[in-house]
């Protein structure tokens, strides 16, 4: 390992002004000050600087917001205020794709040609920045465009970020539904955060009365506490009080809350296992890097009811013992950050945060972390790697979480639907919560519907509907070719098995999984061998590279749909025996849930749609 700092690379005067408005001055040369004779007999700092190393993700952002990529005196710099060996930093830096090592324009056009904005014409929208721009990666004007995975905009699709690095930290800029020229334009002079013109509605039953968690979407202000507080708000969190922590593990497991991230695992289980254990200090982590393609329901809960998080995540700590909660989230929602911060301002301001929450002597606050491009990072334990400023790569369970889990200690992962889940389980009370949806789906889902339907947005239906009824709400395409449900770790479904029940059970019974609620609808214009070789695609990106069946399975898997892309029937059997095999491997013995997954759309096209027929 490299642990040598460069002899030549110096930062620059506004690379150092970024690191240090982050962590403050350097105290010592040993950090990055002038050198004096007292330097040179010891270092300052150890084992308290080591402990540091949380902060080499939001340094690294720090840099990157300010000049637009990390230069290797920047990342010098970096090291020497954290005490972090360059080899490990220059691991992480180059481990998220929102970052870059290599000189690039301040600006970023990142355009995305994933599922979702393919259905919906990103070809021929990359189509159009390559004449204006030139090819992926061409600097022009001040500016480059790139490719990118899903942005969790699906319901504008086709979509575009871009971000302009500066003095003043990033400037963003989103077209959706996006042409060459509003791409171009958004590229060219992104927008100040206050001009940000509003989004269209993301929510099309909003201001039904029958509605739960979107509720508030639309209706409220989501930058009033006060207005937050007239509509319900922190109801729940007074009821938790007077119920004490144990009380509300007891409702919230009462009520059957499953877990809305794709695994399904009962919450008020977890939430006990955590608070029992006599490790301390435990913490709060809330997922909140929704990254499979075709999904944002959580942007949308975070955009348009930012309180209703913090007060959720300010009721799990009070449950599980954590008093500091960190909040992930994904790089790709300027937004959503922009909403969470303010939020998380005023809420400390008015005692909802902070020594002595509502007065009752339990003391909790959240950070918000921001991710940097990585899929990876959905899961549970790579986001304890990247808060920890290491690389976000899974860890091998046991131990899990609740026993081992952010720092080594016992931690509580929930992404954002099952938290504000919370809030209807105290206000209603278990049994009325769980009198909603089946017997064991209880509750109401978010579903991101996107692809070729006249209304895409998230919808909210209770446990039981039927794949049917909300493709009804969402407005079918008139010949559809089949639906993707739970996104590219998800499978498809024929259009004559639309009776299948939008349940946990329901959908594992049909073979097919409800993953994290995406509900992709492609009808015959679809070119079905290119979309999975998008997915096959994402996944090989995505790898982390840590273990060697999802590391070397994912690129074989793409390979082999090269292979068979333009070909059927006899000629493509070997490559599919191939998959097959592939496939099994990598379902059963990679570390984490995204090796385990990335054969599951490829198999189920095979088998369900006859996709190389």
């Known amino acids: 390992m490299d642990l040598t700092f460069s002899a030549t690379a110096e930062a620059t005067d506004q690379e150092r002004a970024a690191v240090d408005a982050l962590l403050g001055a350097p105290a010592s040369g040993w950090e990055g000050a002038d050198r004096t004779a007292g330097d040179l007999r010891w270092a300052r700092g150890g084992r308290a600087a080591r402990d540091r190393r949380e902060l080499l993700l939001p340094a690294l952002h720090a840099v990157n917001d300010r000049i637009g990529w990390i230069s290797e ?79 969790g905009l699906c319901e504008r699709a086709p979509a575009a970020l871009a971000l302009r690095a500066g003095d003043g930290g990033p400037v963003t800029a989103v077209a959706a539904p996006a042409t060459p020229a509003s791409a171009a334009a958004a590229a060219r002079t992104p927008h100040t955060a206050t001009a940000e013109p509003p ?69 008020g289980r977890k939430w006990e296992a955590t608070a029992r254990q006599p490790d301390h200090p435990h913490y709060l982590v809330c997922n909140a890097d929704e990254s499979e393609p075709g999904t944002f329901k959580d942007r949308v809960l975070m955009e348009g009811d930012p309180y209703a998080l913090i007060e959720a995540m300010t009721i799990a700590g009070y449950a599980t013992g954590a008093h500091r909660g960190f909040l992930y989230l994904r790089g790709e929602y300027p937004r959503a950050l922009r909403r969470l911060t303010r939020a998380v301002v005023r809420a400390r301001a008015r005692g909802l945060l902070g020594p002595d929450v509502l007065g009752q002597g339990f003391a909790f606050d959240i950070e918000i972390r921001r991710g940097a491009g990585a899929y990876i990072c959905g899961e549970e334990t790579a986001i304890f790697n990247s808060i920890e400023g290491r690389r976000g790569e899974p860890r091998s369970k046991p131990p899990f979480p609740v026993e081992q889990g952010l720092f080594g200690k016992p931690t509580a992962v929930n992404n954002v639907e099952t938290l504000v889940n919370v809030l209807p389980v105290l206000e209603r009370g278990a049994a009325a919560y769980a009198a909603t949806g089946t017997a064991s789906s209880s509750g109401t889902k978010l579903f991101c519907v996107s692809g070729q339907v006249a209304r895409p947005g998230v919808y909210e239906l209770p446990f039981g509907a039927t794949l049917g009824e909300l493709l009804d709400l969402a ?101 599919i025996a191939l998959l097959r095999e592939v496939g099994r491997a990598m379902r059963d013995a990679s570390i984490c849930g995204l090796g385990q997954t990335a054969w599951n759309a490829v198999e189920s096209a095979i088998d369900r749609l006859g996709a190389f027929e």
Not at 73 to 99: H, I, K, M, Q
Not at 107 to 128: E, F, N, Y
Not at 257 to 267: D, I, K
Not at 536 to 542: G, I, L, S, T, V
């Open 199 to 267: 989004p269209p509605a993301a929510v099309p039953q909003a201001g039904d009365p029958s509605l739960v968690l979107l509720r508030r979407i639309g209706v409220v202000d989501p930058g009033s506490l006060d207005d937050y507080r007239a509509h319900g708000g922190y109801t729940a969190l007074r009821r938790a009080f007077a119920l004490g922590p144990a009380g509300v593990i007891r409702e919230v497991t009462e009520s059957g809350l499953l877990g809305r991230g794709g695994a399904a695992f009962p919450t």
């Open 475 to 575: 407005g079918p395409p008139e010949r559809l070719r089949a639906v993707l449900l739970g996104g590219a770790a998800g499978g498809f479904v024929r259009p004559d098995e639309l009776a299948v029940p939008l349940t946990f059970e329901g959908t594992r019974a049909a073979g097919a999984t409800l993953g994290s609620g995406v509900v992709l609808v492609l009808d015959d214009t679809v070119e079905l061998p290119r979309a999975l070789l998008r997915i096959a695609e994402f996944f090989r990106d995505e790898s982390c590279g840590q273990c060697v069946p999802c590391r070397v399975g994912t690129v074989r898997q793409e390979e082999a749909l090269h292979r068979i892309k333009d070909r059927t029937g006899a000629a493509a059997a070997d490559d």
């Open 73 to 151: 005196g920047a990342l010098d710099y970096v090291c020497r205020r954290l005490t972090v060996p360059p080899a490990e930093a220059y691991g992480v830096a180059t481990f998220y794709s929102l970052f870059s090592v290599t000189p690039r324009p301040a600006t970023v056009l990142h355009v995305c040609t994933d599922l979702a904005c393919a259905a919906k014409g990103s070809a021929q929208l990359c189509a159009g920045l390559e004449r204006e721009f030139g090819p992926s990666g061409s600097p022009v004007d001040g500016a480059v465009w790139q490719s990118s995975p899903c942005l």
